[in-house]
């Protein structure tokens, strides 16, 4: 694991749930993916357990647990000369403690001490490596609230080109996706600003690094329910044994290289769940999440049609402000055809811009879990518009390398993979018909992997074995 990953993963703050209304005021439509066991609300300060930590961060934390001694804070600090030693010191640190040590009240109100602030923003910012510097806001924002807003702006102007960019995903990789910490801990001039500023700068980074429009990183925006996790909540079917994670996305993610982005119906006070089951269920220990608003999905039962619409218009203003942080990416859609991504994948690639490089909709099952919720004519409308709707990840990563999205390699992974994770879960399914349908549908498409890749002449693939993938007595 490189330095910077390692730090990275130091970057956990617990940030508060909640959005500010006038950025997030509408939610998207995950349905509650909770099958699973109840997980503790995940609690990471801004600490790194478990590091072997310098004598002199020690000596700060001690100093920040106690009253009145913020000059001496402040006079250790300016005793660390070195970049390297500085960061040892700041990324073994907790940070918050450090943070809260400055922390003080006027007049009933919580203020800080700008002294602490202008060590960074002055005295220190030629020494911020990109972790350290993620780590700072981060503390800023969890310790200060919407007060860190004029620092937070100042500390993300003050870099630029390779090392904004590794900044931007630093910050998108915590317990808060880069633009809720904007829509939350940054006031809305400032963050209008720092939009400007990364659409900017953006630009030069492309630019610069002659990055086209087939190279430029991947951020999947992926649904939750019947679309990562058939958790048996969903609007269809059961088309695979309750809580599992579906045969191939894992791999295909993973040769996608995409950082993950799950938009979900969940309530945001229920986020810090919502993250744990993401990071220590799904081992997704980088994505991020977007929730929703309760009133949406409570539509759900009694006015579906409106519920959907409510959630489609949600998703696709969470993809816009996502958008707006990372204008130098493409996007992705994931969805499944229970409830409103189709339309949401028809904006997303009827965008201008151009950033949106593939929409794919897993089909549901019909109630009795075999046949699809989809017609074949549905499925040709939404894609004239740019909307792949698929029976699985098999037949999604037919249509991404047809579209020079995935290469034959990927392709051939992740069909190998999605054999090797539907076999995995064969013993969990209860019903025979269910099980001889998802047989059927990757034996095809399998068959069509096998074909294209021969075509290719390339003896290196081996044809994919459906040997394992025919009808047996369930246990």
């Known amino acids: 694991m490189s330095f910077l990953a390692k730090g990275i993963k130091s970057l956990s703050v617990r940030y508060k749930a909640t959005r500010t209304s006038d950025s997030r005021d509408d939610d998207d439509s995950d349905k509650d993916e909770d099958t699973i066991e109840e997980e503790p609300a995940v609690d990471l300060m801004l600490d790194s357990p478990g590091m072997d930590k310098p004598v002199k961060t020690l000596e700060l934390e001690r100093l920040a647990s106690m009253k009145g001694q913020t000059q001496g ?10 970049a390297e030693e500085f960061d040892q010191v700041m990324i073994s640190i907790d940070m918050k403690r450090l943070f809260m040590a400055f922390q003080k009240k006027e007049a009933k109100k919580l203020m800080h001490d700008v002294l602490f602030l202008e060590y960074f923003r002055i005295h220190r910012v030629d020494l911020l490596s990109v972790v350290v510097r993620a780590k700072v806001i981060a503390a800023a924002c969890a310790s200060m609230g919407i007060l860190a807003s004029p620092f937070v702006t100042d500390m993300i102007l003050t870099v630029s080109g390779d ?6 995903h630093a910050l998108d990789q915590g317990n808060c996706a880069l633009c809720d910490m ?13 939009l400007q500023f990364f659409g900017f700068e953006a630009e030069r980074y492309v630019a610069e690094n002659q990055i086209t429009r087939a190279s430029r990183d991947i951020h999947v925006l992926s649904d939750i329910d019947d679309t990562f996790v058939h958790s048996g909540i969903g ?67 009694f006015k579906p049609a409106t519920a959907n619409a409510m959630i489609s218009k949600r998703k696709f203003r969470n993809y816009e402000m996502y958008k707006a942080t990372f204008p130098e990416c493409a996007f992705m859609w994931f969805g499944d055809s229970g409830q409103g991504d189709v339309e949401v994948g028809i904006q997303m690639m ?56 995935l290469s034959a390699d990927g392709l051939h992974r992740t069909a190998q993979s999605a054999i090797q994770d539907l076999l995995s879960i064969r013993p969990n399914f209860t019903n025979r018909g269910v099980l001889s349908a998802r047989l059927a549908e990757m034996r095809r498409h399998v068959r069509e992997v ?26």
Do not use: W
């Not at 801990?185 to 963050?191: F, G």
């Not at 993973?254 to 993250?275: G, M, N, Q, W």
């Not at 290196?460 to 459906?466: D, E, H, I, Q, V």
């Open 350 to 405: 009827a965008d201008p811009a151009g950033s949106c490089i593939g929409a794919y909709i897993q089909d549901v099952a019909s109630p009795d879990g075999i046949s699809m919720l989809t017609t074949h004519p549905e499925r040709q409308k939404a894609r004239e518009k740019g909307v792949e709707i698929v029976d699985n990840y098999v037949d999604a990563a037919m249509r991404m390398y047809d579209k020079r999205i």
């Open 450 to 475: 096998n074909k294209v890749l021969a075509a290719r002449g390339d003896t290196a693939f081996k044809p994919l074995s459906l040997a394992d993938l025919v009808e047996q007595p369930l246990n």
């Open 163 to 168: 090392q904004l960019f590794k900044l931007k």
């Open 73 to 82: 804070i402040l006079d250790m600090l300016a005793e660390i000369k070195g």
């Open 182 to 194: 904007l829509a939350q801990y940054v006031e809305e001039s400032q963050r209008h600003d720092l």
């Open 235 to 301: 609007l269809g079917g059961p088309k695979y044994p309750n809580g599992t994670v579906i045969p191939g996305v894992r791999q295909l993610l993973k040769e996608l290289k995409a950082h993950v982005v799950f938009v979900t119906a969940r309530p945001d006070f229920i986020s810090s769940h919502t993250y744990g089951v993401v990071r220590r269920r799904y081992q997704l220990t980088d994505a991020v999440v977007l929730s929703g608003k309760l009133r949406d999905s409570l539509l759900v039962p």
